[in-house]
């Protein structure tokens, strides 16, 4: 069992910044391919970016490349989201999932865990 915490959201105005964290219990963290999905309300989830095992390869969202950057501190189990030049279209709960990784680029086509989420509010 994995437990995934986010933190780190908030009210920001157009234009700034704000880095999400996402800690994980246990003691695997480094098998997991961790990724962070955002919803606003009445929208459907939509995947913003994930990250191997190891760090090595990440993927973005068109509306996320060029403005986040995802990153993951094995020795920590944590992962995070940087986001800056961040928009009112970016207002959303962000949430991190994991999952299981048999290989750096072979992992379960499922995500097995969730965390609770975090509100990010970008104000025009």
């Known amino acids: 069992q994995v437990q995934l915490v986010e933190s780190g959201g908030g009210l920001v105005q157009a234009g700034g910044s704000l880095r999400l964290s996402c800690g994980a219990s246990?003691?695997?963290?480094?098998?997991?391919?961790m990724g962070w999905f955002r919803q606003a309300p009445g929208k459907q989830g939509e995947f913003v970016s994930d990250?191997?095992?190891?760090?090595?390869?990440?993927y973005y969202a068109d509306s996320a490349k060029g403005r986040f950057t995802i990153s993951r501190d094995n020795a920590k189990n944590t992962v995070y989201l940087q986001m800056n030049s961040l928009v009112p279209e970016d207002t959303a709960v962000y949430y991190c999932?994991?999952?299981?990784?048999?290989?750096?680029?072979?992992?379960?086509?499922?995500?097995?865990?969730w965390g609770q989420g975090t509100q990010v509010t970008v104000s025009s």
């Open positions: 990250i191997s095992r190891s760090g090595g390869t990440t």
């Open positions: 999932g994991a999952r299981r990784a048999y290989s750096e680029n072979v992992c379960s086509s499922t995500w097995d865990y």
């Open positions: 246990g003691r695997t963290f480094s098998t997991y391919v």
